[in-house]
């Protein structure tokens, strides 16, 4: 897998930037506050439709602008392919394979993989088996797509039953309501 070229609009710090890249090894360098790394999180974001440094897409966008567009081509080791998102503060995201819409961001991973490992990635040595788990759930997505819906089906689950327990909608007197009355219960249990 390659990436030949990238294009930025509205990504982060960057109004407009094209980018050709050679087959070869590419370095980039510049002070700080450049934008190198965010051109790595523009780049890792093609094949995994998620930034490692912010939690929601809007954090993505340029400051005073609605609309992000981020668009790489990408040689996937048989084909050609021109991966796209589009990014708006208000609505969903779009992402795109050869300008067909894809049904999941797991869908991305087919066209290109990648591993991006920064200074703050660190912490995975010094932080809690919890950090380490996130890192290898996003790895394992890439390899196997199915994974990455089995493991958002998980959280949502996860989720709706942690929401529940909270708000206590299921009060105990409904529990003793159904365990002392025998017509209530399910087949299976009488």
Same mark, same amino acid.
């Given at each position: 897998?390659? $990436?030949?070229?990238?294009?930025? =609009?509205?990504?982060?710090n960057y109004p407009h930037e094209a980018l050709s890249f050679s087959p070869g090894v590419n370095v980039f360098y510049g002070d700080n506050a450049q934008g190198k790394t965010n051109l790595l999180e523009a780049i890792a974001y093609l094949s995994c439709a998620k930034s490692h440094r912010a939690r929601y897409?809007?954090?993505?966008?340029?400051?005073?602008?609605?609309?992000?567009? $981020?668009?790489?081509?990408?040689? =996937?080791g048989r084909r050609a392919v021109t991966i796209e998102a589009r990014l708006h503060r208000q609505g969903r995201r779009q992402l795109l394979a050869n300008g067909v819409g894809l049904k999941s961001s797991a869908e991305l991973s087919e066209s290109l993989k990648t591993v991006l490992f920064c200074p703050e990635d660190l912490f995975l040595v010094k932080a809690g088996a919890a950090e380490r788990?996130?890192?290898f759930d996003a790895c394992i997505s890439q390899l196997r797509p199915r994974y990455a819906v089995a493991l958002a089906?998980?959280?949502?689950l996860y989720e709706h039953k942690?929401?529940?327990?909270?708000?206590?909608?299921?009060?105990?007197?409904?529990?003793?309501?159904w365990m002392t009355s025998p017509s209530a219960w399910p087949r299976w249990g009488r």
């Open positions: 897998m390659r $990436v030949d070229a990238v294009t930025l =609009d509205f990504w982060r897409d809007r954090e993505l966008i340029y400051h005073g602008v609605d609309h992000a567009f $981020v668009q790489g081509e990408v040689w =996937d788990r996130r890192f089906e998980y959280k949502k942690t929401r529940i327990l909270r708000t206590g909608r299921t009060s105990p007197t409904c529990w003793k309501r």
